[in-house]
């Protein structure tokens, strides 16, 4: 509770009750109950004085509620239960959800560094995570986080710590991504969650520990973690409906990134499923309504047009964002989990479709001056485990032939693409890890496994050996290439791929 001015007694409020001040009636300010409202048998309830008129900050404004006729104590509702327990309360006006108080430990600034050490993880981060995966706004951060108060913001420096962790390479010797400072982010980004306080930067940092998770395969913890973001973002009113919106949005910036988290989420809920499908998404499935991200170049810059959006109903152009095509590619993904899910008996006309709207989205990928493979490679995973279930079907009872033909076929074509596009141009193999998002890891693991079990020519040989020296250099960057090349060399050892 607000500590009582100088000019208050112990025993009174600093204002006037909410009754008496309605009725324009005279209040003496008793607590827990004025005369007044004792008299009448009213709710007394006592408003904290605000440090600026038109402030709605809920650092300033907060709801007591007496706990007893005794007046031993009075205890204020925070926000955050007010918006659980009976969010009408706040229709009236829109309110700023109260920061954490938790307070940052000396241990977990020291792990930041100093001032220049956090603009070279920043530096490093925009350079290379962003660039397939731009959910935090450039602008925003560099004006907003970065000011040298942000110490005292534990929102902002689970954000700065979760940075980075996730640009910083997981270690060789022992080859273990549970580091230190993977279990201190994680610790500190738990405590900052559960201190009643709601926050983009908060969430951004559970986004990037999940990513972290995922590509350095840490299970079951990523797809728990992915899960957890997608609660936070529903609490925090992002992709709901208004009736739980927490705070105004002012800037079209603000809104960008708000869809842009939200897309981040679904991405991520889409692909920690790709290899065992059946487990329910976090997310719902986007519509052909909804809005893809906007230009990222200009986002970057802070410039955000209403007439620059586009829907999941508009044909895929070459004037969409990078992450906007990767957004589609990971609904489609999600569309084709839902269909593997089912079983081999579903319906043909579905698969086919999907089959034909993939190979569309990579070809038209590939048809650009400048090719995004990050998202290319994302489209192939798509695509592969849409036949995974078909690719060892000689393990199956009653599998469609057709559909293991065609298997055959997107593998052998894909293996095509491999070598004239992603190695021959050095745009999957020879890139430099610290740059490459891991979507790509699936496909080129069951391409390469598929080689190793049902081929045995010049060609086969050349696709596995390429496709292992890719996981080997991948490895540096994301330890789940390694965890892949485990998996090869076990099968490849029992002789049963």
Not at 463 to 480: H, P, Q, S, Y
């Amino acid at each position: 509770m607000q500590s009582l001015s100088s000019g208050s007694m112990p025993d009174q409020a600093q204002q006037v009750c909410t009754q008496c001040k309605t009725r324009k009636r005279k209040c003496d300010k008793a607590l827990p109950k004025c005369s007044t409202c004792s008299k009448r048998n009213f709710t007394c309830e006592y408003q904290r004085s605000s440090s600026s008129r038109n402030s709605t900050s809920a650092s300033n404004q907060s709801w007591y509620i007496p706990t007893g006729d005794d007046g031993c104590g009075v205890q204020s509702i925070d926000f955050p239960t007010m918006l659980f327990l009976d969010p009408s309360t706040l229709q009236h006006g829109q309110v700023e959800i109260s920061r954490a108080s938790l307070p940052v430990m000396g241990h977990i600034l020291d792990l930041l560094g100093d001032m220049n050490d956090i603009h070279a993880t920043a530096s490093k981060f925009f350079g290379h995570i962003h660039l397939w995966m731009p959910f935090v706004s450039k602008k925003r951060f560099y004006e907003i986080y970065l000011r040298s108060s942000f110490q005292s913001r534990p929102d902002v420096v689970v954000l700065l710590l979760s940075l980075r962790l996730i640009t910083t390479l997981p270690p060789t010797s022992p080859q273990n991504p549970r580091t230190p400072l993977y279990h201190t982010a994680k610790h500190f980004y738990l405590e900052v969650e559960a201190s009643s306080s709601f926050s983009i930067p908060v969430l951004q940092a559970g986004i990037l520990l999940a990513l972290y998770e995922l590509g350095h395969a840490i299970y079951p913890a990523a797809y728990l973690s992915i899960g957890a973001c997608a609660r936070y973002a529903h609490a925090i009113g992002i992709n709901v409906s208004s009736m739980v919106n927490t705070r105004r949005v002012l800037t079209l910036v603000e809104v960008e990134e708000r869809r842009r988290v939200w897309w981040a989420i679904i991405i991520l809920d889409r692909f920690v499923s790709i290899g065992c499908p059946g487990r329910p998404f976090a997310t719902a499935d986007p519509t052909l309504d909804d809005l893809l991200p906007a230009d990222d170049a200009a986002w970057d810059q802070g410039i955000v047009r209403a007439d620059d959006s586009f829907t999941l109903s508009s044909p895929m152009t070459g004037h969409m964002s990078k992450f906007a095509l990767l957004c589609q590619a990971a609904r489609l993904l999600g569309q084709v989990l839902h269909n593997v899910s089912h079983g081999l008996a579903n319906d043909d006309n579905a698969w086919m479709q999907l089959d034909r709207t993939l190979h569309s989205m990579v070809a038209a990928s590939l048809n650009v001056d400048f090719p995004d493979y990050d998202q290319i490679t994302f489209a192939y995973s798509a695509l592969v485990a849409l036949y995974t279930p078909c690719l060892y079907s000689k393990n199956v009872i009653g599998v469609d032939t057709d559909r293991s033909q065609r298997a055959r076929i997107v593998i052998q074509q894909i293996t095509e693409k491999i070598l004239t596009n992603l190695v021959g141009q050095q745009c999957f193999l020879g890139r430099d890890p610290e740059g490459m998002a891991p979507w790509g890891l699936f496909f080129a693991y069951h391409v390469c496994g598929t080689h190793m079990r049902f081929t045995q020519t010049p060609e086969s040989s050349q696709i596995v050996k390429c496709l292992k020296e890719t996981f080997r250099a991948i490895d540096v960057r994301w330890n789940a290439a390694g965890v892949y090349l485990q998996l090869l060399e076990a099968h490849e050892a029992m002789n049963n791929f």
